[in-house]
T-cell receptor
Framework: QKEVEQDPGPLSVPEGAIVSLNCTYS??????FMWYRQYSRKGPELLMY????GNKEDGRFTAQVDKSSKYISLFIRDSQPSDSATYLC????????????FGKGTRLSVIA | ETGVTQTPRHLVMGMTNKKSLKCEQH?????MYWYKQSAKKPLELMFV???????ENNSVPSRFSPECPNSSHLFLHLHTLQPEDSALYLC???????????????FGEGSWLTVV
C-alpha cells in the first residue's frame, strides 16, 4: 500500500510564524485523515482527526483537506518552540489489519 | 502519560543476546500492534494482534517473535539481532478489532533498541 506522501523537511521557522505542513494522497475515496505529533524520543500522539469534507480547528491548529488536489494540510498559527516535533499524517486503509497508513513525517523546528 | 506503557525505554544488546520488549495497554482495546521506526523511513507495521490472535505478520524476520498472552499485554522477543535492527520499536493499540475503519491508533513511548 502506498503511504501518504510527505516532505520530510526539516522545516525551521521563527517563533510566531505560521507553519504549513502538507501531505498528498492518491485515492479520493478516503473519508478521514489524522495528524500525529511526535516529540523527540517519544511515541506519536494523535493531534487532530479530520474528515475529508472540510476543515477542523483546534486552538492554534487547523487541519484542512483539499479533495480536488488530494492535499491535506496542517496549519499552526503563532508557532511556539514547544511545537518543535515531527508531524505525521495518516490515511485510512479500509482493508487489511491495520487501520492507518502513515507518512514519513515532517520535522519542524520553531526557533525562539 | 499515555494509556500504552512500554518497557524498557532503552535497550542495548549484543547480536547473540536474547531480550524482550514489553507492552501493556490500560485502555481496554481489542487490537495491539508492533511498529518499527527507523530514521528517514515511515512507520513499518510489524505485527498485529486482534482479540489476542495474531492476524498479520508483515514479512518480519524470525529473529523477532511476538507474544500476546492476553488483550492487555504484548511482548516482542528478540534473538540474534543485527545492527540494522537498531531502531525505535513502538507498541500501539486501537479500540476495535484490527481492520475496522475509523480506528484511532494510540502509541506507547517506544523502546529504543541499539544492537552492537
Amino acid at each position: 500500500q502506498k503511504e501518504v506522501e510527505q516532505d520530510p523537511g526539516p522545516l525551521s521557522v521563527p517563533e510566531g510564524a505560521i507553519v504549513s505542513l502538507n501531505c498528498t494522497y492518491s485515492n479520493s475515496a478516503f473519508q478521514y485523515f489524522m495528524w500525529y505529533r511526535q516529540y523527540s524520543r517519544k511515541g506519536p500522539e494523535l493531534l487532530m482527526y479530520t474528515y475529508s469534507s472540510g476543515n477542523k480547528e483546534d486552538g492554534r491548529f487547523t487541519a484542512q483537506v483539499d479533495k480536488s488536489s488530494k492535499y491535506i494540510s496542517l496549519f499552526i498559527r503563532d508557532s511556539q518552540p514547544s511545537d518543535s516535533a515531527t508531524y505525521l499524517c495518516a490515511r485510512p486503509t479500509y482493508s487489511g489489519n491495520t487501520p492507518l497508513v502513515f507518512g514519513k513525517g515532517t520535522r519542524l523546528s520553531v526557533i525562539a | 502519560e499515555t494509556g500504552v506503557t512500554q518497557t524498557p525505554r532503552h535497550l542495548v544488546m549484543g547480536m547473540t543476546n536474547k531480550k524482550s520488549l514489553k507492552c501493556e495497554q490500560h485502555l481496554g482495546h481489542n487490537a495491539m500492534y508492533w511498529y518499527k521506526q527507523s530514521a528517514k523511513k515511515p512507520l513499518e507495521l510489524m505485527f498485529v494482534y486482534s482479540l489476542e490472535e495474531r492476524v498479520e505478520n508483515n514479512s518480519v524476520p524470525s529473529r523477532f517473535s511476538p507474544e500476546c498472552p492476553n488483550s492487555s499485554h504484548l511482548f516482542l522477543h528478540l534473538h540474534t539481532l543485527q545492527p540494522e535492527d537498531s531502531a525505535l520499536y513502538l507498541c500501539a493499540s486501537s479500540q476495535d478489532p484490527a481492520g475496522t475503519s475509523g480506528n484511532t491508533i494510540y502509541f506507547g513511548e517506544g523502546s529504543w533498541l541499539t544492537v552492537v
